[in-house]
């Protein structure tokens, strides 16, 4: 046998070996997230079984608790084994910065064979520490009887307070149940904060009893009727309040407000245009009781009435309310005399306003994000500079823009990721630090080192839950950091294509930016921006022990859900002439949907992102297999976000999991790659 295929042997049972290390540590503690920040193993002391008689003290009647120990088949009885929960002045050791109308989320949980105590400062305290008991739990299984918890001390708080998710509902409805299934479902990742985008040009989700025809049908250009009751709204006030989970609901003014304009016939900045919205106001701090803030918006228009926002600021304020906006708004200078009590950065020109609360949305923009190389710039990065939050630097929310229409809620979730990139946010946002902010860090993953294997950690539990907790929900990040590339450094497209080869560098993970959607801004493979005009090449060698199908996702040119981008013509994977080969056979996407068509943000999204259909299906040989990309950097007309970027990751065929028993490699075969 020879050397190369020795040594490659060896290596893929070394991953394969290291899996299984790392399935086994599951078991336990290690597949918590966010990761806490003290773990203590108690010596010598066995599991406490979830089953059987359990005794309860609870102060704070945690409904999420108690559910817990029936869904895990234990029962309440005044003789069972001890579960204490203590409330504390605060929890020792643990950092809490000041942020108004947000708990302090800190805890301590010990458990032993007997017993388990919860001490914690608020009641939603109680809540964290249950979510990371329900974590414990799925790491021996979920059937009742089988469930344990290790016998641990485990020491937890967040880094910032405000961790959080949106939907924009006023472009793209989603009903109330996803809403409330998301909220429980994130809320177990510690997730604390929905911000609910209620309307919009597209349509005013949000019933005024006072003003009907907001949400008629003939006043929508999207999902035409679909509006939220105040029954809906009520159910996911209710799981919301349940989970520890803060709402903002958002009805925003005077900007991104045709639907209020189409439905009453005159604009928001009027006499009468106030008046309504101050009603409006009213009806959504009754339908939002436990919302301690009202977002009004305020972006992309400009102010034309001196006294609106101060208008509108007040009548919060009278409703017992705090007034968040949009940062940047536009000609308007953001300070005390404007009555806003927290700002929500966006876009480059978002800058932390002194005095009140900041939330880092800035490069939080899921729409425009991929689904690999994107989280990984979100997980590297600090927020807005600062390891952890300040009275100045709330957190940060995860925004989907859905500014391009999308078949259903399903693929709203699917194609923008929300839950891995929601996680990755609040991971970052529980556990804090960050080497770099995005615009220094980029988000690039390092060929090895700290950070690559504290992403591969967040990889690993992300992917355990996936197969838990998210099993029903669609996910489409598979495993990618031992996905390994070599890229050629940039050459002319008249060049040759071998000069390209005489320098190249190691890459590592599924999706690599070589020019970012936020380029120059966003440093990438080759910095913060390249010109157009040039090419690239990338490769890898992937060993396979056996001759299989696989299924290829396979992605060029990412479609934003917020461009009415032209899609590729049939038999193109993009609009720049980008190519890939297997094993010197050229790989040609199947059929597009909207193929070569001229779209609006009207025209449905249909498979132009590989979330949105199967992998491509391809036959790995035994042995080495050899995988090599053309990238061309073109100028595309038909597309704003002239992105520069590929996906290639092996899966099974339906693409749900990286395949487990292939090792890439560019320099374990021939390393001199034939040209294409």
């Known amino acids: 046998m020879s050397p190369i295929i020795n040594k490659?042997?060896?290596?893929?049972?070394?991953?394969?070996?290291?899996?299984?290390?790392?399935?086994?540590?599951?078991?336990?503690?290690?597949?918590?997230?966010?990761?806490?920040?003290?773990?203590?193993?108690?010596?010598?002391?066995?599991?406490?079984?979830?089953?059987?008689?359990?005794?309860?003290?609870?102060?704070?009647?945690?409904?999420?608790?108690?559910?817990?120990?029936?869904?895990?088949?234990?029962?309440?009885?005044?003789?069972?084994?001890?579960?204490?929960?203590?409330?504390?002045?605060?929890?020792?050791?643990?950092?809490?910065?000041?942020?108004?109308?947000?708990?302090?989320?800190?805890?301590?949980?010990?458990?032993?064979?007997?017993?388990?105590?919860?001490?914690?400062?608020?009641?939603?305290?109680?809540?964290?520490?249950?979510?990371?008991?329900?974590?414990?739990a799925e790491g021996y299984g979920t059937r009742p009887g089988e469930a344990r918890l290790e016998a641990v001390t485990i020491t937890d708080w967040p880094a910032f307070k405000l961790r959080g998710f949106m939907h924009d509902t006023g472009r793209s409805f989603v009903s109330a149940d996803e809403i409330a299934k998301e909220i429980e479902l994130l809320s177990r990742f510690k997730i604390n904060t929905f911000h609910w985008h209620l309307t919009e040009n597209q349509a005013w989700r949000f019933a005024v009893d006072a003003f009907p025809r907001l949400t008629a049908a003939e006043s929508m250009t999207r999902h035409p009727g679909k509006y939220y009751t105040k029954q809906d709204i009520r159910r996911v006030v209710e799981v919301a309040e349940r989970c520890g989970v803060i709402l903002i609901p958002e009805i925003d003014m005077p900007g991104h407000s045709a639907a209020f304009e189409r439905a009453l016939g005159f604009e928001m900045q009027t006499p009468q245009g106030k008046e309504v919205l101050k009603t409006v106001l009213e009806e959504v701090a009754a339908a939002f009781p436990h919302s301690p803030y009202l977002h009004i918006g305020v972006d992309e228009k400009a102010i034309t009435d001196s006294t609106f926002l101060r208008e509108m600021t007040e009548k919060v304020h009278r409703l017992g309310r705090k007034a968040v906006c949009w940062n940047p708004i536009r000609g308007v200078r953001i300070t005390p005399e404007t009555g806003f009590d927290m700002t929500q950065m966006w876009s480059t020109a978002g800058r932390k306003v002194a005095g009140i609360p900041n939330i880092d949305c800035r490069y939080n923009y899921t729409n425009h994000f991929d689904v690999f190389a994107d989280p990984v710039g979100i997980y590297k990065s600090s927020i807005y500079y600062s390891p952890q939050g300040t009275a100045e630097i709330a957190?940060?929310?995860?925004?989907?823009?859905?500014?391009?229409?999308?078949?259903?809620?399903?693929?709203?979730?699917?194609?923008?990721?929300?839950?891995?990139?929601?996680?990755?946010?609040?991971?970052?946002?529980?556990?804090?630090?960050?080497?770099?902010?995005?615009?220094?860090?980029?988000?690039?993953?390092?060929?090895?080192g700290a950070e690559l294997e504290e992403f591969a950690d967040f990889e690993r539990r992300l992917l355990f839950h996936k197969d838990h907790s998210l099993r029903d929900e669609p996910v489409p990040y598979v495993r990618q950091t031992h996905v390994r590339w070599m890229?050629?450094?940039?050459?002319?497209?008249?060049?040759?294509?071998?000069?390209?080869?005489?320098?190249?560098?190691?890459?590592?993970?599924?999706?690599?930016?070589?020019?970012?959607?936020?380029?120059?801004?966003?440093?990438?493979?080759?910095?913060?921006?390249?010109?157009?005009?040039?090419?690239?090449?990338?490769?890898?060698?992937?060993?396979?022990?056996?001759?299989?199908?696989?299924?290829?996702?396979?992605?060029?040119?990412?479609?934003?859900?917020?461009?009415?981008d032209v899609a590729p013509d049939n038999g193109k994977w993009d609009r720049k002439g980008s190519q890939i080969w297997l094993n010197d056979t050229e790989l040609l996407p199947l059929p597009w949907a909207n193929a070569g068509r001229s779209v609006t943000n009207e025209t449905e999204l249909a498979n132009e992102n590989f979330p949105a259909r199967k992998p491509l299906p391809v036959r790995l040989r035994k042995g080495w297999n050899k995988v090599m990309i053309k990238l061309p950097y073109v100028a595309t007309p038909g597309i704003r976000l002239n992105k520069w970027l590929f996906t290639f990751v092996l899966t099974d065929l339906s693409g749900r999991h990286a395949l487990p028993d292939l090792v890439y490699s560019p320099t374990m075969g021939d390393p001199a790659p034939s040209k294409p």
């Open 395 to 448: 957190g940060t929310i995860s925004c989907p823009w859905n500014d391009r229409k999308l078949p259903d809620e399903k693929e709203i979730v699917n194609q923008n990721s929300i839950i891995v990139n929601a996680i990755a946010s609040a991971e970052r946002a529980w556990m804090g630090g960050g080497r770099a902010y995005i615009e220094e860090g980029g988000t690039t993953l390092p060929n090895a």
């Open 8 to 136: 490659s042997l060896r290596w893929v049972i070394a991953v394969i070996a290291a899996a299984a290390m790392t399935l086994s540590a599951t078991a336990k503690v290690e597949h918590i997230l966010p990761k806490p920040k003290r773990v203590e193993q108690v010596s010598g002391m066995r599991p406490f079984r979830l089953k059987g008689s359990i005794s309860l003290t609870d102060p704070t009647d945690c409904v999420v608790l108690k559910e817990f120990f029936i869904r895990s088949g234990c029962r309440f009885s005044p003789s069972g084994r001890t579960v204490t929960v203590v409330l504390v002045d605060s929890v020792a050791g643990a950092f809490n910065h000041p942020l108004p109308e947000f708990p302090d989320e800190a805890y301590r949980i010990t458990v032993t064979s007997e017993a388990i105590k919860i001490e914690a400062a608020t009641p939603t305290g109680v809540i964290r520490a249950t979510r990371t008991l329900e974590q414990m």
């Open 487 to 564: 890229i050629t450094d940039p050459v002319p497209l008249e060049a040759d294509s071998a000069s390209a080869f005489r320098s190249q560098r190691p890459a590592t993970g599924a999706g690599i930016y070589l020019r970012h959607t936020w380029g120059p801004i966003v440093p990438t493979f080759y910095g913060k921006d390249y010109s157009v005009g040039h090419k690239a090449y990338a490769y890898t060698y992937v060993y396979s022990p056996r001759a299989q199908e696989a299924g290829a996702i396979i992605e060029f040119q990412n479609y934003s859900r917020s461009e009415p």
